[in-house]
Structure formats: C-alpha cells, structure tokens
T-cell receptor, first 113, second 113 residues
C-alpha cells in the first residue's frame, strides 16, 4: 500500500530536549515536504526536498532542521524545542512533473512543555 | 506564487449541493488548481485538480471560468461524512515554482442532519 509514515504520532516533551520526527514514503517520490498546522493559520511549509541531498526552506524554517540522505526518508529535527513549536506536523511526498498531488502522512502531534 | 482566498467556514445540510469558491487573482498561465480535503487529526487528501473549464470525478466537480481568477469546488448531495476542511491550492509543477507550496487557511464545511 502506498503511504507516507510518520513517527511518533504523539509526543510530549520538554523545552530544549532534542527530538526527531521521522517520515518515510514507499512510493519512490522525489519530492518531500514538512508542514505544521496551527489553529487559524492553516498549513505552513517548514522545509522541502526536491531530491536526495537537496533541501530548502519553506515559509517557517526557524528552529527546524531536515536531512535527505535517502530518497524514502525525510526526518524533521528539532535541536532545541521550544513551546512555540507545539503543533501538528505533517509530512508529504509527491513525484515531480505532471502536477501530481501530494500524499500526506497522518500527522505528528508535538507538545513542548 | 498565487495567493488564494476562501471563505473561512460554510454550513450545509445533508443531501444539499455545496459550492466552495476560491479566489486566485494572481494565477499564472501555467498554474493548476488543486483541492484537498482534511478530516480532523488526518493529513490532507487530494480531491480534484483542474486547469480550465470543468473537471469531474467520482467525488466532486471543479468549475474554472475562462479568466481562471477563481474556481468552485462542487460537492453533490453532501453527507455528514463530508464535514471537513477544504483547501484550494494554486501552483504549477514543483520544478517550475522551486518547491514551495502555499496552502491557504481553508474552508471548514459543517454538514448537519
């Protein structure tokens, strides 16, 4: 089954404790992206990757890092999480070309205390 | 990147047809219009995509006037399970727009019995 898998689905942690949210897709998609969703603000893009070893900032990259060492994986790293990063996070992937739609994961709800 | 404007919320009753309009005055020649549906605590899901005139699939229809400055998602005979947030997204192939994708705030559709 074609899917985008995020882990963990839920996490409560404390300020300053490094954490990584993993994202994996099994569709051989070149493009992957991370979004955060907050009430009243919709989906905002954090980082995206056009292919392996190619990443770039979205609209809200501050406080986040990403890496794309393999085509299927695109982890989101919070080196020193802060309470304002409490949010619902989504990973997405798609193939490039031909205006193909994105496939989204089920989300990761992070609470930073 | 074309900015989109949608109504924040809409109410409907079961069995009615629902039309959600998205304004995108700055749409570029190569831009496509894509609609996603999002249920609570789930990732957005592709519904329909179009470039001009009318597109129909098993879920919805998309109407795009000749000037392409707006588009209307039409959901025939909605049911309670159509209660969700609907996002309009305007863009072209990822390579042409550098990978950034912008979602608006979406339209929260509430279907009542």
């Amino acid at each position: 089954e074609a899917q985008v898998t995020q882990n963990p689905r839920y996490l409560i942690t404390v300020t300053g404790k490094k954490l990584t949210v993993t994202c994996s897709q099994n569709m051989n998609h070149e493009y992957m992206s991370w979004y955060r969703q907050d009430p009243g603000l919709g989906l905002r893009q954090i980082y995206y990757s056009m292919n392996v070893e190619v990443t770039d900032k979205g609209d809200v990259p501050e406080g986040y890092k990403v890496s794309r060492k393999e085509k299927r994986n695109f982890p989101l790293i919070l080196e020193s999480p802060s309470p304002n990063q409490t949010s619902l996070y989504f990973c997405a992937s798609r193939t490039v070309g031909s205006n193909q739609p994105q496939h989204f994961g089920d989300g990761t709800r992070l609470s930073i205390l | 990147l074309a900015k989109t404007t949608q109504p924040i919320s809409m109410d409907s009753y079961e069995g009615q047809e629902v039309n959600i309009t998205c304004s995108h005055n700055n749409i570029a020649t190569n831009d496509y219009i894509t609609w996603y549906q999002q249920f609570p605590s789930q990732g957005p899901r592709f519904i329909i995509q179009g470039y001009k005139t009318k597109v129909t699939n098993e879920v919805a229809s998309l109407f795009i006037p000749a000037d392409r400055k707006s588009s209307t998602l039409s959901l025939p005979r909605v049911s309670l399970s159509d209660t969700a947030v609907y996002y309009c997204l305007v863009g072209t192939d990822i390579y042409n727009q550098g990978g950034k994708l912008i979602f608006g705030q979406g339209t929260e559709l509430s279907v009542k019995p």
